[in-house]
């Protein structure tokens, strides 16, 4: 045996920690010094504890606790306790990465709430702001005391990926009834995971903002949300048109040739994206990574879900003069186990709407919403797509909010009212 000792300044200089830190974890029953020199007093550290040394130092690099290095340190020999203790730390820091990115999501919107002031919800439901979890593009999401999930809709607006500086009046009251009523029609089809949409009926720290929420909001089921965007498409466009131009097939499914850009498709076909971190593109996924992902079960039952309820919108929405081209729908999982529709569902901001009458396949097909705002943004606006896109002017507001008030009186055959509360379809 070599017994070299080392002085605790050489374990310092070659392990990376400070001679008080060596010292501090001394006292910590880690990594205690082999001698005390009886003359001298001095620290003596075998060879072997600089290699542990370096490990103590690795690990406190990734914020293990000192009882888990103490652990490993004594464990060491036994590398499959070691990976135990690794895997758990692992576990823990992936757990603090998703906290942190919630916390950096409210912090995002406690600034939205200063900065933005065209955001007319954020203001006025500020005082949720500790409950707040989540913010789409549009939508908002707040956690309520007894588990549930508050789903708040705007009236912001998309376009070209950006977030407009203009709202749509009524547009998230629209397209959150719009949902409500899909959710009733589809309800023999597929269970969803709205409680209520009356405010009256909503946990109590809601109360106060009842008049912002009416109309406009719904209280959900907390579930264990399907990592898989469930997407089912009637009508080729989109990515799933490029995917055919390069490949003749689009998510592993094999397209007949000839296909143009509006084509029908013979049937409808699932094409499930994974669902991306904020700010980026969702990625394809064929049948059969879906598999892997959630196992061939649930993605069978997923796929025939999905391609239930498009066929259904599909089929209301035709006899409206509205072509559903695809549609993106979520599932979450209940507690027994059962797959229940989630989110939102047939809206214009989760489907392509085109209007039947305009539909001409060869060319890009009018959005039954957004036409006049991509018609003015890439056209009179002068804006060139690279900075954030400028203020809608008044008239353009007004065409679109009347499409979407259209759209859903098409659809529903209900007549669209403002500042009411929307009665169970
Ligand atoms: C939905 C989203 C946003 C609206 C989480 N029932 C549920 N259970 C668990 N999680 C969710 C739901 Cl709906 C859930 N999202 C997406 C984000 C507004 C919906 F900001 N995230």
């Known amino acids: 045996m070599d017994d070299t000792l080392l002085g605790i300044g050489q374990v310092a200089k070659e392990s990376g920690l400070t001679v008080s830190a060596l010292r501090f ?23 072997t504890q600089l290699r542990d040394a370096r490990v103590l130092a690795q690990l406190r690099r990734v914020a293990m606790p000192l009882r888990d290095i103490r652990q490993i340190l004594a464990a060491q020999a036994d590398l499959a306790e070691v990976a135990v203790i690794i895997e758990r730390h692992l576990r823990r820091l992936e757990a603090e990465l998703a906290d942190a990115k919630r916390v950096f999501s409210t912090v995002q919107h406690l600034l939205d709430d200063q900065e933005n002031r ?15 979890l989540h913010s789409g593009k549009v939508r908002d999401l707040y956690s309520a005391d007894d588990g549930s999930l508050l789903i708040v809709t705007t009236d912001r607006i998309s376009a070209f990926d950006y977030v407009l500086p203009s709202e749509i009046p009524d547009k998230g009251a629209i397209l959150s009834q719009l949902s409500l009523w899909w959710f009733a029609q589809l309800a023999d089809a597929a269970p969803h995971h709205v409680i209520t949409a009356d405010v009256a009926e909503y946990p109590s720290e809601f109360r106060p903002y009842a008049d912002v929420l ?41 397209l007949p040739p000839g296909l ?47 391609l239930d309820a498009y066929r259904r919108g599909a089929e209301q929405a035709a006899s409206a003069g509205v072509i559903l081209a695809d549609s993106k729908f979520e599932f979450g999982e209940a507690p027994d186990g059962t797959l229940v529709l989630a989110d939102e569902v047939l809206t214009p901001d989760s489907s392509r709407f085109w209007p039947a009458d305009g539909w001409r396949p060869g060319q ?62």
């Open 25 to 47: 974890y001394a006292g910590s029953s880690i990594l205690v010094p082999a001698v005390v020199d009886p003359a001298t007093g001095y620290r003596l550290y075998r060879p």
């Open 118 to 132: 065209m955001s007319t919800t954020n203001d006025a439901l500020s005082g949720l702001a500790d409950r707040h």
């Open 214 to 254: 009416r109309g406009r909001s719904m209280l959900c089921r907390r579930l264990s949300m399907v990592p898989v965007e469930c997407v089912a498409r009637g009508y080729l466009t989109g990515s799933a048109l490029a995917d055919y131009q390069r490949t003749g097939a689009v998510h592993g499914v094999a």
């Open 260 to 306: 143009v850009d509006g084509s029908r498709l013979p049937e409808p076909i699932f094409t499930p994206t994974t669902k991306a971190p904020v700010g980026d593109h969702d990625a394809p996924m064929t049948y059969d990574a879906v598999v892997e992902t959630v196992g061939a079960g649930r993605a069978e039952k997923l796929r025939a879900l999905t």
């Open 364 to 425: 890009a097909q009018p959005s039954y919403d957004k036409q006049f705002v991509r018609d003015w943004l890439t056209g009179a606006s002068g804006w060139d797509r690279t900075g954030p896109p400028p203020p809608l002017p008044e008239a353009v507001v007004k065409q679109t909010r009347a499409r979407y008030v259209e759209a859903f009186q098409r659809l529903t055959g209900r007549r669209f009212e403002a500042d009411v509360q929307p009665q169970p379809a």
